[in-house]
Each structure stands twice: as C-alpha cells, then as structure tokens.
C-alpha cells in the first residue's frame, strides 16, 4: 500500500493498450480494475494450449457489440460459444434487416401501436424481426428435412444458419463466423427464444425432429476434458456464465477468468456472483488468473478487446 497514485496523461494522444496501462497506474475505482480486466484477457486470448469459452447474453447481440464477438470467433482467439437463444435471434434477424437506434424513454405504449419493439434504447421493427426469423427459419428447416435431417444439436443448428447466411448475409454474423471456423456455438436454453419457438412450429408436423441436447453435452465434456489449459471470457450472466463454470468443475476449475457484469452479489444471484466464489465450487482453480470488472459490457468490452488485442499483436 506505498505505491503512489499517478495522474493519467492523455496529452500524447496514447494507443489504447497504453492508456489502459496508465488507468491501472492512476489507482482509479473502477479504472484500475478494467486495465486489470485488460491483463486477464491479454492472458486468455494469448496463452499457449489455452481451450477458451466465450459467454455472453443474448441482448448483446442486438448492439454493435455483435462485431466484437464476432471477430474474436472469426480471428480463431476462442474455441467455443456459450449463449442463449436470443443470440440466434438477433443475429439471423440483423442479418437481413436493421436494428434502429431509440431512447431509454420512449413512450413504449406509442411504440407498441406503431409495431415497434424497444430493447433498452434500441428500437426493433416487428417485421424485422419475428417475420424475418419465422421466414428463414421455416426455409433452413424444409431443406434441412429434405436433405434426411432427423435430429439436431444447438451447435448443428447454429452452424446451419451461419451456412444459411452465406457471403453475403453473413458479414459481421457472430453464426457465419462460427460456421466458417467450426467454433462450436452452444445454446442450453434454445427454446426460450424465437428460434426456439420456430423449431417447436416446424416440429407440430415433423415429429421425428429430434432436438439433441445431449450431443452438445457430449461435445463440452470432450472440450473441458481435453483441454490442456481452460480459460472463460464471461460477459452477463443467467445460463450461459453458469454453463460455462458447470462443465469446467469436472475438471477441477478454469485455469483463468474474466468477468464483466452489471449485477450485484448481495443478492445470491449467479451473475452477480464473482469468480472468487467459484473457487469455492471448484468451478475456478485456487491458483487461477482471474477477476470481475462491474460495468456495461457494450462500453468495456470492446476497449478490452481492443486493448488487448493491440498488446498481443505488438
């Protein structure tokens, strides 16, 4: 506690990494803990032998913060997605039609008769989104029966609309990215979304569709027991975070761990739970690298990656 508290220069017009650095000099309050956050990822995206999960919600998806996970999938820095349905959502509906920017006090009455959804301060058109979804899923999944398709697990299907979306749609789709990589795209809750609902439609006159989650369990089991070293970028929480730290107490923990989240621990909840806590689950390993930053994922993530990226490609 004798290090001294060093003002933060922006005159020189610094990199990203380098201002980064100087926020963890400056002994900041949350400023410190992001470029401690910078370090954690530097350290995941770059390891040697390191299997890397990337965790996130669906709401994400629906901001330009989809690029981000995109790029990380596309460039190869992970080996698997663990996600919700609204993930599929938003990047097959973005696909085809965009998202609008709005306010976070619109009158959502007004926006209801004018057939406008509101996700925070975006604003969705009806018909770009459950339309478009309805539409293309219904045609993946004709063809899909055509061509013998009886059952299908969520990295199956996530990869299948990453196809669907050929060149062309597929620019800045985090599924086009997974399909052209094989990065395996893991949805344990399919169901809660409008992807989900549109496999239970087709499936009302296709009963033999058979919806295999136990081939993506499999598939994380071969993962997690593989992997030499296992590191977790965890953004939000709910079903994808615990997923992720789920299959990786089977073999004693992450090796490291990054957290960035809004929510609160106080309360018992899963995402506001630190990855200090985890350790007590044998989720993380005593002796892992890791650490939770608190804040909006839209704002830190992508000066992270950014950040983080540069130092490694320095």
């Not at 709910?238 to 107490?249: R, V």
Request: net charge neutral.
């Amino acid at each position: 506690m004798t290090r001294k508290v060093e003002d933060i220069r922006i005159d020189d017009a610094p990199s990203l990494d380098r201002l980064i650095r100087r926020m963890e000099a400056a002994g900041g309050f949350s400023a410190r803990e992001v470029a401690r956050g910078v370090d954690v990822l530097a350290h995941i995206l770059g390891a040697e032998e390191m299997t890397t999960f990337l965790s996130f919600p669906a709401d994400i998806v629906a901001t330009g913060t989809r690029g981000v996970l995109a790029t990380l999938v596309r460039e190869g820095y992970v080996e698997a997605v663990v996600t919700t349905c609204g993930t599929l959502d938003h990047d097959l509906a973005r696909a085809y039609r965009p998202y609008l920017h709005g306010e976070w006090n619109l009158d959502d009455v007004q926006l209801h008769r004018k057939g406008l959804y509101r996700l925070g301060n975006l604003v969705i058109p009806h018909a770009h989104y459950g339309g478009v979804i309805e539409r293309e899923m219904q045609r993946l999944l004709r063809r899909r029966w055509a061509a013998g398709t009886r059952r299908l697990s969520t990295v199956d299907l996530s990869w299948a609309i990453g196809e669907s979306l050929g060149t062309k749609h597929g620019v800045g789709s985090i599924t086009r990215a997974a399909f052209e990589r094989q990065v395996p795209v893991f949805v344990p809750g399919i169901t809660d979304g409008a992807v989900g609902s549109q496999l239970w439609l087709f499936w009302q006159d296709h009963k033999e569709l058979v919806l295999d989650l136990f081939a993506d369990e499999q598939r994380l089991s071969d993962l997690v027991f593989e992997a030499k070293r296992s590191g977790a970028i965890m953004l939000g929480g709910g079903i994808s975070k615990h997923h992720t730290i789920w299959w990786n107490q089977f073999r004693d923990g992450l090796d490291a761990a990054l957290y960035i989240t809004t929510a609160v621990e106080w309360d018992g909840s899963l995402s506001g739970a630190r990855t200090r806590e985890a350790v007590s689950w044998g989720k993380l390993k005593p002796n892992a690298r890791h650490t939770t930053v608190d804040g909006d994922v839209t704002v830190l993530f992508p000066l992270m990656v950014g950040a983080a990226l540069e130092r490694l490609r320095r």
